[in-house]
């Protein structure tokens, strides 16, 4: 059975199952997997269409709030006027109505991306653009190493969809206590990430990150710590590795960065209480 999203007009569903040919393995498996659906998301303000996103068609609400946020196009939830979510015959266009200076600043950045799964730089005109200057996080505590690893155990019991099809990210808001409370998916994990954002802010508001940490399937890139900054997210915990410019943005903004989190074992590479991991704080 499919997995289904939120639905403009009765859309696509996040997967489907097709025919296919098992070689090798478990003799006498099934001809049929369920796969991930992959669409054209256009991201259209005051009518003017800014990006095209590949996207699982699933929590599109949540998806404009934060895409619209972490690159920066409004600088809080209230500039976002009203929003509407339709099908169209090559994919799924995002209206939304933003404050007038907010699309006079979108107009004047003169950016037309067109993103690959969750790319959020294709079609960047500038390299000042490209990575943008990252905000000071606020002072968050630290997660203790259990609770780390009891947000990791637990990650795969919500993702439905990377349990049906094995081709998505899942990105998780977690508590101070490693308890997952939130989670959305993705076949970009940058889309997973700005679905989680827009998903909290819907339910919490201007507290939707005081407290706890978020926790993404993919690894930390640069983009990932950005978005996570842009909205005051003080932890960011990734089950693959950090990229170098990740670290240093980390650091820039104040923001503990964990990663390589797998069973009984994480990597700090950055901590927001002094601004690098324990080690070098020792040697100093």
Not at 248 to 263: D, K, Q, V
Request: with cysteine; glycine share 10%; aromatic share 4%.
């Amino acid at each position: 059975m499919p997995v289904m999203g939120p639905d403009p007009e009765k859309g696509a569903p996040a997967s489907c199952d097709l025919p296919v040919e098992v070689h090798g393995g478990i003799e006498g498996a099934p001809g049929q997997d369920s796969v991930a659906e992959e669409v054209p998301v256009a991201m259209v303000y005051n009518g003017i269409s800014h990006a095209v996103m590949m996207a699982s068609p699933c929590d599109l609400e949540d998806f404009a709030l934060g895409f619209s946020l972490t690159e920066g196009i409004i600088d809080s939830p209230g500039q976002l006027f009203n929003l509407n979510v339709h099908a169209v015959d090559e994919g799924i266009a995002i209206e939304m109505h933003i404050a007038g200076d907010c699309f006079a600043h979108l107009r004047q950045q003169r950016r037309n991306m067109t993103g690959r799964t969750g790319c959020g730089l294709c079609g960047t005109e500038s390299l000042a653009h490209a990575v943008r200057a990252i905000p000071r996080v606020p002072l968050r505590p630290i997660p203790d190493d259990e609770d780390v690893q009891r947000a990791l155990s637990s990650l795969r019991h919500y993702q439905p969809l990377q349990e049906q099809t094995g081709a998505t990210h899942g990105a998780a808001w977690c508590d101070s206590q490693g308890r997952i409370e939130l989670v959305r998916e993705d076949v970009g994990r940058h889309n997973a990430l700005d679905k989680l954002i827009g998903a909290r802010i819907h339910k919490k508001g201007e507290s939707a990150f005081d407290d706890g940490f978020a926790l993404v399937s993919s690894r930390a890139s640069f983009e990932m710590v950005q978005k996570s900054a842009s909205v005051g997210i003080g932890c960011l915990v990734a089950v693959s590795a950090a990229t170098a410019l990740a670290v240093r943005e980390a650091r820039t903004a104040g923001m503990t960065l964990i990663g390589f989190a797998r069973p009984g074992r994480h990597v700090i590479y950055n901590r927001g209480d002094s601004g690098q991991p324990s080690e070098e704080r020792e040697h100093e």
